[in-house]
């Protein structure tokens, strides 16, 4: 049976990427994206996904109640990657990021859960979990967001998870590490220090850049989430990664060398509140269900940044709005 999907977020980049996933995987789903257009949602990329006949844009929020509750009705799978998700942007201005992000995400589940849709996916992140010293933090590791952006991260998942306990409606969270890949808006760390790199301009690079991180590739992810549909149990959390944190020093050095570039071009700046050192996550629960990153930051960052080159039709505009 051909699927309906509601995708929240679907003109940013994770969820675009997901969007262009499921076209390709199943040949008669259809998507309707519903995409705010703040500043990370890029019209651009709506109109290259435009060009399927199978998907449909819509432009809303997530907390506009009376226009989910028109779009809800006849979708079989929602997935929610509708939110604001940059840290810098949470310290300066905190009130947004707890309207789209838990405001936001209730009214969603609850529409859903209202509608009976058969399955619905809340895409979180592993910055619920806090720093970690050490090890990898798995699903029953106790949530310490440190940002107010993970913070609401962590109350849309509670808020999420609610809905099984009080109305037995059994979501699916999942919790992802650091993504790269295409589509990323240019304030994220790799297609900053790409596009800055391209424009011959430095990096900068909180504190010491010892801080780890661990990157998955985006079409990693969608993998992840697309087997999700089928398989994850309903009212399970699912960690998702590729389990090999990187210090961002060694990612600088790492697209430095690739574009045969030095370290002179590396600018040393003051770390910001509350920057977690470490993240890592144990994704052996995805792994039981058969799935496995199959792209190494080795194996991708080349054509990452081979992307953001050929593609300054793409991020340039950005980069101008933004500055």
């Not at 499921?22 to 995409?35: F, G």
């Amino acid at each position: 049976m051909a699927r309906k999907y509601l995708i929240t977020g679907g003109a940013g980049f994770i969820g675009s990427n997901f969007i262009r996933f499921v076209l390709a995987a199943e040949p008669d789903a259809v998507v309707t994206n519903l995409d705010a257009l703040t500043y990370a949602g890029v019209k651009a990329t709506v109109d290259e996904l435009d060009a399927n006949d199978r998907h449909t844009f819509v432009q809303g929020s997530i907390t506009d109640a009376d226009l989910v509750e028109a779009l809800l009705p006849g979708h079989d799978v929602v997935i929610n990657f509708a939110a604001e998700t940059h840290v810098d942007r949470s310290i300066d201005g905190p009130s947004v990021f707890l309207e789209t992000n838990v405001v936001g995400t209730g009214i969603l589940v609850d529409a859903a859960y209202r509608h009976g849709v058969e399955r619905f996916i809340q895409i979180s992140t592993d910055e619920v979990y806090g720093s970690l010293a050490d090890g990898f933090a798995t699903e029953k590791s106790p949530l310490a967001p440190s940002s107010p952006y993970s913070a609401a991260k962590a109350g849309s998942d509670l808020l999420v998870g609610s809905y099984g306990v009080t109305y037995d409606y059994q979501a699916i969270i999942t919790r992802c590490t650091n993504n790269f890949g295409p589509y990323q808006f240019p304030e994220k760390v790799i297609p900053l220090f790409v596009t800055n790199l391209l424009g011959d301009r430095k990096v900068p690079l909180y504190g010491d850049g010892r801080n780890e991180r661990d990157w998955l590739h985006v079409e990693d992810h969608c993998s992840a989430v697309h087997l999700l549909v089928d398989q994850g149990v309903p009212g399970e959390i699912y960690n998702i990664g590729a389990g090999t944190p990187t210090s961002n020093i060694e990612l600088t050095r790492r697209i430095l060398g690739i574009l045969e570039l030095d370290e002179s071009y590396i600018e040393l700046v003051e770390d910001r509140q509350g920057h977690d050192f470490r993240y890592a996550v144990d994704a052996s629960k995805m792994a039981e269900l058969g799935w496995a990153p199959r792209h190494s930051l080795d194996d991708r960052l080349a054509d990452t940044i081979d992307w953001y080159r050929s593609r300054g039709d793409w991020w340039r505009p950005l980069r101008e709005r933004e500055s």
